[in-house]
Every structure is written in C-alpha cells, then in structure tokens.
C-alpha cells in the first residue's frame, strides 16, 4: 500500500518520521555530512553522526538546525528527500503529503522557504505548522476549544513554550536552551571542577543517569573516563547526582523565567483555564528528573509530563494531517 501522508518533526538533534496508523517509523540523528572540495552531501543521519569529531578536514560534519533554526536550506532539502525516500521506499512514484515542523519564531518567509523544500523533496503537498501547537496536539490537548492551554516543548537546541486558545498561539517565548547546552554546562563543570575532558556522548550519558532539577536526599554517582587536562593521559572520576543539578541550574532558570514570561503575558481568563489543567511539558528534555517540580514549585502552577514526550511533535504532525479540516487555522500550506 502507497503512503499518503507523512509527518516530519525536523528538530535540532534528531528528525523523527511518523505514518498515520503506523507511528513513528523514523528516528535518526538531524546530522549531515558534506564533501567541502565539491560540496557534496555524503550522508545523512546515522551514518553522518557517527563521523561527528572522526572526519578529515575536507569533511564537514554539522548539525542543518541551529539552536532550532534552519542554517541551510539546501541541506534541509537533501535531509527531507532522504527522510522521505526512507519511507517511501519503492512507492517513490507516488508524492505524499508532508507535514513539518517549524520552530514558533519562524518568520512568513522562512515558512514558505520550508514548504519549497518540501515540494522540492518529493512532497505532493506541503504544510508547516509551529511546533508547540504540533506538541500541544501530540500530547493529547483539544487546542480548538476556545480555552487556555499551555504546553512547554524542550528539545535539542530550543525550548518553547506557547499558551494555545482556538488553534491559534496566544503567548509565547523560545530560548535557545535545551538538551544540547545542557550537556554542555555538564561537560564545563566536569572540566572546571575536575580537570577532565569528557566528548558529547559521556556529557549525555551522565545527564540521563544523575540529572535531576532537584537536589536528591540520596545520592546517585556515576564512574566517568576523560582525558585528565593536568597530565593528558586518560583518568576516570566519580561524579555525583547532585552537582550535576547544581551544573545545570542556570539552564533550567532560562526555561522557567521564559515560562514566567509567557504566563504574564496571557489574558487573565485563559491563565485560569491553565491553573485548572496545568502545564503541559513535552520534548526530550521533558524526561529530565524532577524537571516537572521544579516548573511546579517556581510557577505556582501544576506541571505534568505528557505521555512519551519525545513523539509529541511527531505524534501531533500525524493527526493535524490526519485531520486538516479540525485544525486548518493553525496551518500554512501550498499546494
């Protein structure tokens, strides 16, 4: 059977796939690998992460999404023709409708320059629609009702948060803090306090492992291995959970001064609506220990976490396509 619909969540550290009825069939890292002599594109995704801080100097391995924002259109056309293709398959033939999601600041140019790439790229059809809203609708949000709903959306490069009343964005604020510069508080602490060099990965892994918004009464430690800026040589350390909150503090107030930020500016009416539902926290960064509490205690308002927080974007381009006539004011199409 040919595919008719296709949902994109282009974000800044990985691009997720999602088939209506099918769910998410693609998960791969948002990397491209391009030949400097000749500016060739040599791989994408999988493959191009894994030459990430391995490629000779004629190679240029980069991140196309930029703290959320497109670097480079032409590689973001090869990225959603790759993306595409993969699902296609053999049923190249037949064009799809593609849905992608664009970051809430984006301006009317940028949006039409993503919907030329998605024609470009094998699309039928092209929709673009901001990526809170896409979260608010993943996560399960009946955002046409006329009532406030506020969804925080922390992913790779930015965290976005947006109070969503009729379909359309009400308020709304974006900070370019998310998994990514978290890693990378973790990492300078590592460094400044223990003299170890440590790559991306080992930065990631001790997020997942001992991060938390909230200093823990019992604490978790972690064997990490760097490379010792002292003496050079390779060394392993011990690290524990709580200095690792205290290492990212600084990123987490962004989000939750943002968040302020977005409650003040909405009209009194829909902020009641959101102390009686709450908040709503999406994306990666949403699966970080405590980060709900913390949203919580600083705001006054209850936080939760929505289910699978990672495929909300995703999850939401699928049933916005599914149902374009239900959610036809918060999207910007051609034909």
Request: glycine share 10%.
């Amino acid at each position: 059977m040919f595919i008719k619909k296709i949902g994109i969540d282009l974000g800044t550290a990985n691009t997720l796939v999602y088939l209506p009825k099918k769910g998410v069939v693609v998960n791969e890292p948002t990397v491209v690998a391009v030949s400097i002599e000749d500016n060739r594109i040599l791989a994408i995704g999988n493959k191009a992460k894994e030459m990430l801080g391995r490629a000779p100097e004629m190679i240029n391995v980069s991140r196309p999404m930029k703290d959320g924002v497109i670097a480079d259109y032409r590689i973001i056309e090869a990225l959603l023709r790759y993306f595409i293709g993969k699902v296609l398959g053999r049923w190249k033939i037949f064009r799809p409708d593609v849905m992608v999601s664009v970051p809430a600041g984006i301006t009317s140019t940028e949006k039409r320059a993503v919907i030329e790439a998605t024609i470009k790229a094998g699309a039928k059809n092209a929709y673009v629609v901001k990526e809170p809203v896409l979260a608010a609708i993943g996560a399960g949000l009946n955002i046409n009702e006329p009532a406030g709903h506020m969804i925080i959306d922390i992913g790779g490069g930015t965290s976005e948060m947006a109070v969503i009343s009729l379909g359309g964005i009400v308020s709304w604020a974006s900070v370019r803090v998310g998994g990514d510069k978290i890693n990378e508080a973790i990492s300078e602490h590592i460094r400044k306090k223990h003299n170890l060099a440590i790559g991306e990965r080992t930065a990631e892994k001790v997020k997942i492992r001992l991060g938390s918004a909230l200093p823990q009464e019992e604490e978790s430690s972690l064997k990490i291995r760097g490379r010792d800026l002292v003496g050079g040589l390779p060394n392993t350390i011990e690290i524990k959970s709580n200095e690792i909150t205290e290492a990212i503090s600084e990123q987490l107030r962004e989000i939750i001064k943002a968040s302020k930020k977005v409650l003040q500016g909405t009209p009194p009416e829909l902020v009641a609506d959101i102390m009686d539902k709450g908040m709503i926290l999406s994306g990666g960064g949403a699966l970080l220990k405590n980060l709900d509490n913390l949203i919580t205690e600083a705001t006054g308002v209850n936080c939760k976490i929505a289910k699978e927080p990672m495929l909300c974007v995703a999850k939401g381009a699928g049933l916005a396509l599914e149902n374009l006539e239900v959610y036809k004011r918060s999207i910007m199409s051609k034909k």
